[in-house]
């Protein structure tokens, strides 16, 4: 679950939205006095939520914003003119508040973060030029050998892979070894 963190230039609004999400479930959420607070938070987790308002005691939302890593967001809260002046793509509320449109938007963004967090999660990660070579290789050993086309060496690597729960580099050294061996 993600975090969220509430920054709002008065304590007693902040401490209303934290009690507000809290009472509705969302039980990692933490307010910050200042700007520069909520940054220092923020280091502590891999992905959450700030809840700002337009103006902070010590920056402005633009700036806080310019400055979230990749698996935060911000929803800004603010008068109806300070809203309309945001920059596109960018979620806000005006006040006042209606508890069920924070809540929604809250989940929805949470959600949005968590679902980002988890695709780039199961992304596979780049493989070096050695381990290409090693996967080359057998692809080329396969294709000589077997008379496949490159197509169906990589399929062939990809199924032995999986039939053997190994990922695709440990099944192209293994494949070099054995015909190597052989020889």
């Known amino acids: 679950m993600s975090i969220i963190i509430v920054v709002m230039p008065k304590v007693e609004d902040a ?9 509705h479930g969302f039980t990692d959420t933490i307010f910050c006095p200042t700007g520069a607070g909520a940054l220092m938070e923020i280091n502590k ?3 959450g939520l700030v809840v700002s308002g337009y103006r902070l005691s010590d920056m402005y939302y633009r ?3 310019e400055n979230l890593p990749k698996y935060f967001d911000i929803l800004l809260i603010g008068s109806a003119s300070a809203v ?11 006040t006042p508040l209606k508890v069920f449109d924070l809540v929604n938007t ?5 959600r949005q ?3 980002r967090l988890k695709q780039d999660k199961r992304k596979p990660k780049k493989r070096s030029e050695r381990e290409e070579n090693y996967i080359h290789n057998a692809k080329r050993l396969l294709m000589d050998r077997n008379n496949l086309s490159e197509e169906e060496a990589h399929r062939y690597i990809q199924k032995c892979s999986m039939d053997n729960a190994t990922n695709m580099v440990e099944t192209a050294q293994m494949i070099l070894m054995l015909i190597y061996d052989e020889c």
């Open 106 to 110: 809250v989940e929805m963004m949470i």
């Open 113 to 115: 973060i968590d679902r």
């Open 15 to 23: 401490k209303k939205i934290r009690r507000i999400l809290v009472n």
């Open 84 to 94: 309309s002046d945001n920059p596109s793509g960018l979620m806000s509320l005006t």
């Open 45 to 47: 987790y891999t992905s």
């Open 63 to 65: 700036e806080l914003s």
